[in-house]
């Protein structure tokens, strides 16, 4: 028994210490505005420690951009754009996100205008700004239609049709997908924050492949709560909905756990504010602000 209270008090001291170096991050950013940690009355330090899971999904995007001129008529037999998955667009092997590659397709593409539908007119700009659609006296003023509220299209200049040249496109993009599990009783705020961006923590599991179908164990300190798993729901549930354009192609996946530091204090006064995250954020905004720092919540442009 008295080896058990040793170790408690133990992690007890270690949770404190580990609140005070964090809040003390958090103090460097605005000294004037945050109080010193070391001046908080702190009665007790409760760590929890939720469980992010952060899917990160490299993939190559295409698309044609389109570049028109008026021509003087409709075609008989309108052309297709491109697909841009036909076309050879070669990416750098290991290529950085961001990396884009274009190519020129070589002749003409005789379409309709889709700015007017073929129509030859568009709706006039002048009366489209106009406040009051509805007063024909007004509309009837305008002096580039004439009351029709019809111009002639500016794009194939009347006919219809218009020739257009294609530049395929490929970039390397990268989407971020973010779930939090275990929560407790997170204050919303915490809950959401946690939930849409990734705060680091200590990672526990980490895995990369080309494509990413269920977690994979690989260290038997890990815990593997099998196909009921509430963890592996999640994971797979991320897997099947990466965030990835319909379309793309997906080129590589990185799958991270992390456990994230989050502290509830409560201090003598029993008052009750939640620290967490890197960097270091606390909940509720105002908790722990010096009076310049509540002073400065009314200056507009002032962070505090």
């Known amino acids: 028994m008295l080896t058990t209270g040793v170790a408690h008090t133990r992690d007890v001291d270690e949770r404190r210490q ?5 809040l003390r991050r958090w103090r460097s950013e605005r000294p004037w505005a945050r109080r010193d940690p070391e001046s908080l009355a702190i009665s007790e330090v409760v760590g929890a420690g939720p469980i992010q899971v952060v899917l990160l999904s490299t993939y190559e995007a295409r698309g044609v951009e389109l570049s028109y001129r008026p021509t003087r008529s409709r075609p008989d037999a309108p052309a297709s754009t491109p697909d841009p998955w036909s076309v050879s667009l070669e990416q750098p092997q290991r290529a950085p996100v961001g990396n884009e590659v274009k190519k020129a397709l070589p002749g003409q593409l005789h379409q ?14 002048a009366c489209q700004k106009r406040h009051d659609p509805s007063d024909r006296d007004l509309h ?3 002096g580039r ?7 002639l299209c500016r794009t194939c200049a009347g006919s219809g049709g218009v020739l257009a040249r294609a530049v395929a496109w490929s970039k390397i993009e990268q989407s971020e997908v973010v779930r939090v599990k275990d929560t ?5 705020d915490v809950f959401l924050e946690l939930q849409s961006t990734d ?7 980490e895995q990369e492949a080309d494509r990413i179908i269920d977690i994979r164990r690989t260290s038997s300190s890990y815990r593997d709560g099998g196909a009921e798993d509430p963890l592996r729901a999640t994971v797979q549930a991320l897997t099947r ?3 990835v354009p319909s379309g793309a192609r997906l080129i590589r996946q990185r799958l991270e756990v992390r456990q994230v530091a989050v502290f509830q204090v409560t201090l003598q006064n029993e008052s009750t504010a939640w620290v967490y995250g890197e960097p270091p954020k606390v909940s ?6 010096t009076l310049a720092g509540h002073a400065a919540r009314v200056i507009p442009g002032l962070k505090n």
């Open 241 to 243: 909905d990466p965030a």
């Open 145 to 151: 239609c004439r009351g029709t509220r019809r111009i």
């Open 140 to 142: 009837q003023s305008c």
């Open 184 to 188: 407790h009783d997170l204050p919303v």
């Open 18 to 22: 580990d609140l005070l170096e964090t």
């Open 284 to 289: 509720p905004a105002n908790a722990f602000r």
């Open 199 to 205: 705060h680091g923590g200590v990672l526990i599991h």
């Open 112 to 125: 309709n205008c889709e700015v007017c539908f073929a129509s030859g007119r568009e709706t006039c700009p």
